[in-house]
């Protein structure tokens, strides 16, 4: 076991990252790190048997990510009957293109004597430009059936293992149907000035991945009348006069992969990636709906803030209101009482304004309970259940507010799991969501917390407390009584090639 032990490297230390540019006499190095994961590589424990001193070097291209693995050590474990050291450029075949693994000095004198590299531009079409802390980034989307994307997302692929837990990389040998559902967002620092006249002026921030799901939209409603009356049979003919092609088929935008690397964490590029990827969604009109795939917690909270600092700016929430003057009566706590929620919200104007905003109806109730739940003065709120023992018959118009504010989360707490709910007796269910219920305010007020903060600091972009380090969700604070995930695969159980983990390093 101390031989073991003696002869074992945690592979997270062993591998270091470096983006390399072209220097005045050996190659220039930008940035290095250490990935966060790797076990879907070297397994559960994250080992590499049968060295001391071990290193792993993995060098990638800052501008086009050319890859190259440079393996050393001090001392390698002699073979003893079936116990060998790990073959690590074996393993990692697997997982990086072949031309990774060639000499160094092959690598080095590429990168130091391109002259096509002075005239690289990332791949697709640039759609948004911004400054961060005085440097200049630049963000370009592409289509995956493009050969200069498919390169460039081959040649990264090994970085979702790296850094997105329990990521898959995508099948660039798919079909090209399949392949032109896809789109990549990649985030690229302009650099100033070219540190030779060969240099690219591009380095890679980062990107994300989205799956376009193709929705069958139904007929808009008309009396039951007129819709006898029409023809069952439509007439058209083939060929189409025009071609069929993912993008002008209404569709669902999927946010898969999505990635800062560790150097760029916590500039906010998080935050320009997410939003300019909003704002493309918003402005394609074969867009009905944005979603996300997976969502760690880093990346539900940068979510919820572009996404409420989004329908604050657009006045989506000033369109919304709590009514609290309701007849008591209708809220009893008599078994029967349903939840009023059509004469406590205006419902028609929320689906119209979720429409326009496309987003998942779990997330836009999130947005919503939210922006209410901001508007209930402090007292009434910090106050907990204490001062809604009158429920709607409360004098103070707050406790009122918050007290029917509660039932509206009730009632989406218990919709969505009900059918867990249902299993258990009276007084637990009540209890569960109960509970369920104060988790949630609880997290809301968090994020109105780092809400209010932003706002003290001027900063306008909805997301500085989650990039800069700001407070965090207690870990598994939002699986309360069952999952709630609420992006469903709109797929219905197909097209599993789109299910792809994501998660975000902001």
């Not at 072209?22 to 190095?29: E, I």
């Not at 990086?96 to 693994?101: D, I």
């Not at 039951?224 to 993912?246: D, E, G, H």
């Amino acid at each position: 076991m101390a031989d073991q032990e003696e002869w074992s490297t945690n592979a997270n230390e062993a591998l270091q990252i470096s983006l390399v540019q072209p220097g005045k006499d050996a190659l220039n190095t930008l940035s290095t790190f250490h990935p966060q994961f790797t076990y879907p590589i070297f397994g559960e424990e994250e080992r590499i048997f049968g060295y001391q001193g071990l290193r792993v070097n993995l060098r990638f291209a800052a501008h086009d990510l050319l890859p190259n693995v440079e393996v050393s050590y001090d001392k390698k474990f002699k073979a003893v009957g079936d116990t060998q050291a790990t073959d690590v450029e074996d393993v990692l075949r697997e997982w990086m293109p072949a031309s990774a693994f060639g000499k160094l000095v092959n690598f080095q004198t590429r990168i130091q004597n391109t002259p096509s590299a002075k005239d690289f531009k990332p791949p697709g079409k640039l759609i948004e430009s911004y400054t961060s802390r005085d440097r200049k980034f630049e963000i370009w989307c592409g289509e995956l059936t493009d050969p200069a994307v498919q390169e460039l997302i081959d040649r990264m692929q090994v970085f979702i293992s790296f850094f997105i837990e329990g990521g898959t990389p995508l099948d660039l040998d798919d079909q090209e149907w399949s392949l032109a559902r896809w789109r990549v967002f990649f985030v690229y620092e302009k650099l100033p000035n070219a540190p030779t006249p060969t240099a690219a002026s591009y380095s890679i921030v980062g990107y994300s991945t989205s799956y376009r799901f193709i929705t069958y939209l139904s007929t808009p409603s008309q009396p039951q009348s007129k819709r006898k009356a029409k023809s069952s049979i439509q007439t058209f003919s083939l060929p189409f006069p025009n071609p069929i092609t993912p993008s002008s088929l209404p569709s669902r935008s999927r946010i898969s992969q999505f990635l800062i690397l560790p150097p760029h964490q916590s500039h906010s590029h998080g935050t320009h990636l997410y939003n300019t990827m909003t704002s493309t969604f918003l402005a394609d009109p074969a867009c009905t709906e944005i979603t996300v795939e997976d969502p760690n917690e880093a990346f539900d909270d940068l979510r919820d803030y572009c996404d409420y600092a989004r329908l604050l700016q657009n006045g989506t929430f000033g369109q919304i209101k709590l009514q609290t003057s309701l007849d008591p009566k209708a809220t009893s706590k008599r078994i029967g009482v349903r939840v009023p929620t059509s004469k406590l919200l205006d419902l028609p104007l929320l689906k119209t304004l979720r429409r326009k905003n496309k987003l998942a109806q779990r997330q836009f109730d999130r947005l919503v309970e939210l922006y209410l739940l901001s508007r209930i003065p402090p007292h009434s709120r910090q106050a907990g259940t204490t001062r809604l023992t009158q429920r709607g018959k409360a004098s103070d118009e707050g406790d009122r507010a918050f007290y029917y504010w509660r039932l509206l989360v009730k009632q989406r707490v218990y919709k969505k799991n009900k059918d867990v709910l249902m299993q258990l007796e009276r007084g637990e269910r009540i209890d569960k969501v109960e509970q369920t219920v104060g988790e949630v305010a609880g997290d809301y007020e968090r994020l109105l917390r780092g809400l209010e903060g932003m706002s003290k600091n001027g900063n306008g972009n909805g997301v500085a407390s989650v990039e800069g380090g700001g407070e965090r969700r207690e870990r598994g604070k939002r699986k309360v009584v069952v999952d709630e995930e609420d992006e469903e695969d709109e797929d219905g159980g197909g097209e599993r090639e789109a299910k792809r983990r994501k998660a975000e390093q902001s």
